[in-house]
């Protein structure tokens, strides 16, 4: 039951991430570059740092999320009891 419900919840947040975005309105579509434009509500970057900026955040969070998928796949120490292994035991 509780595969279900989380194999739904991440269909459902997928399905809103890819077809329901955010649209802006005429006010902040005139404030984007053109590339951004219709994406989302508010200003849009004001120079060249904030894209660099963006993009080292965006580096950090990916190698974030490959960090945690490394160390739940492969933990260092097998035969160690953690939490995750004793609920996938049970």
Same mark, same amino acid.
């Given at each position: 039951?509780?595969?279900?419900?989380?194999?739904?919840?991440?269909?459902?947040?997928?399905? =809103?991430?890819? *077809?329901?975005?955010?649209?802006?309105?005429?006010?902040?579509?005139?404030?984007?570059?053109?590339?951004?434009?219709? +994406?989302?509500?508010?200003?849009?970057?004001?120079?060249?740092?904030?894209?660099i900026i963006v993009s080292i955040m965006?580096? =950090?969070?990916? *190698?974030?999320?490959?960090?945690?998928?490394?160390?739940?796949?492969?933990?260092e120490n097998p035969e160690h009891q953690? +939490?995750?292994?004793?609920?996938?035991?049970?």
């Amino acid at each position: 039951m509780k595969s279900l419900i989380m194999t739904m919840s991440i269909t459902l947040g997928i399905w =809103i991430a890819a *077809y329901a975005p955010a649209k802006a309105c005429d006010a902040c579509k005139a404030q984007q570059p053109q590339f951004l434009q219709g +994406i989302t509500h508010g200003g849009g970057p004001t120079g060249n740092w904030d894209y660099i900026i963006v993009s080292i955040m965006v580096v =950090i969070t990916l *190698y974030s999320l490959y960090a945690l998928i490394r160390c739940l796949t492969k933990p260092e120490n097998p035969e160690h009891q953690d +939490i995750k292994k004793i609920i996938l035991n049970s």
